[in-house]
């Protein structure tokens, strides 16, 4: 049975960095397209970014784009969300999650539509 685990959360002053880590188990990553998403105190969940099951194509949400990098290692079977020049509006619970198809159109890499599988989640605030 499929696990996701994520951990690296943390408490960060605006302008730091944090490194997330995904743990999958229990499959071989190359076959999951791996998203990223967090979820701040009264609002939405909201997806990050996603990365295709080959790991050569991520989409990023607007407001991450720049200073997050997201990463997979399908020889280890983990995923990463490289942080970079945090804002105290990234600050909520991050999820890592795994769905075993890509999705491509006209050759262009899309997130998927939904996911089977979720982690736990982990706590990033951005604070001075």
């Known amino acids: 049975q499929l696990q996701v685990v994520e951990s690296g959360g943390g408490l960060v002053q605006p302008g730091g960095s944090l490194r997330l880590s995904c743990v999958v188990s229990g499959a071989t990553l190359e076959y999951y397209t791996i998203g990223w998403f967090r979820q701040a105190p009264g609002k939405e969940r909201e997806e990050v970014s996603c990365t295709s099951m080959s790991g050569l194509s991520t989409v990023y949400t607007d407001s991450v784009k720049g200073r997050f990098t997201a990463s997979k290692d399908n020889a280890k079977n983990m995923a990463f969300l490289q942080m970079n020049s945090l804002k105290p509006e990234d600050t909520a619970v991050y999820y890592c999650?795994?769905?075993?198809?890509?999705?491509?159109?006209?050759?262009?890499?899309?997130?998927?539509?939904?996911?089977?599988?979720w982690g736990q989640g982990t706590q990033v605030t951005v604070s001075s």
């Open positions: 999650a795994a769905e075993n198809r890509d999705r491509f159109y006209e050759g262009r890499y899309y997130c998927p539509d939904a996911y089977d599988w």
